[in-house]
């Protein structure tokens, strides 16, 4: 295999430190024969994007992401400006050891079994993976695109996510700190107006939060895969309190289609509109809110992404 480049994106954790969890990695690379690598330290959450635009330039065909959903999403997002031909060239790979790991989470890599990631990484088998993007004009009426792994959240989730990032450094359980987040931020009791349109089927509704996933989407679409040129839709609408917490119970069982206030679809195109106070996020990532109507899409088989082994 050709020289490895890997961003480590330190994540501080109760009872770890970056500087103890990079010796675990370092030692499953080496358990694993992968001794001709350079590792690259981001300084900050917008370095990644720069680091992988470096390793680009200077000929890495691998290219490792040590962190989480957001590291991987800026990633991508660099790749995506790529010549296709340069892109056809780099594998993109994962350790997590983000706040989110929910792209890696997919594909059976856990925070907790870095020799499993590293053994991927080794055996270098390659899956070209959708990549989800929207379309739309910011607050300066300038044309915008980002681009995603996992998914677009509009609403109560976005506000979730936020807390949720602070509330999984001391909690440490990954639906703990959901469920915990998501109580903190229901008795807020904020719902949001939105119209969209889906597959010819044109939706009204005040909502809590939507959710437009590539993969897992934070437990909301469950079912969805990037690899079949589709977007789940999850649509969760007003609800009283006790509806809310029942689907708390069903989200934390991995069951949140089942709840009767649930709408959801499965599209290759999304358009929709919200206020200028919705909130919205994109693979964890706080993003603009679009200033007039959007369009989320998915491209197919855009990215080499190196699976389990």
Known sequence: MKNIGIIYCPTYRPFTSPAKRWEKIAAALEANGLRNYDMIQSESAGSVERLVNMLIANGYETIVIAGGDSALNDAVSCLMKVERRVRERVALGVIPNGVMNDFASFWGFRYDDIQHAVASIAQRRIRKVDVGCILYKNNRNEACTRYFLNCVNVGLLASIQRLRQNTRRHLGSRKLSFVLSAIMMLFQKKFFRVSYTINDQHEEHRISTLCIGSAYGYGQTPNAVPYNGMLDVTV??????????????????????????????????????????????????????????????????????????
């Open 236 to 309: 969760v609408r007003h609800s009283a309190m006790s509806e809310i917490l029942g689907g708390l119970y069903l989200f934390a069982r991995g069951k949140i289609l089942n709840h009767k206030r649930i709408m959801s679809y499965r599209t290759r195109n999304i358009e929709l509109e919200t206020s200028k106070t919705t909130p919205f996020s994109i693979d964890g990532h706080p993003m603009d809110t679009p200033s007039g109507a959007c369009r989320v899409t998915v491209l197919l088989e855009e990215v080499n992404f190196i699976i389990e082994k």
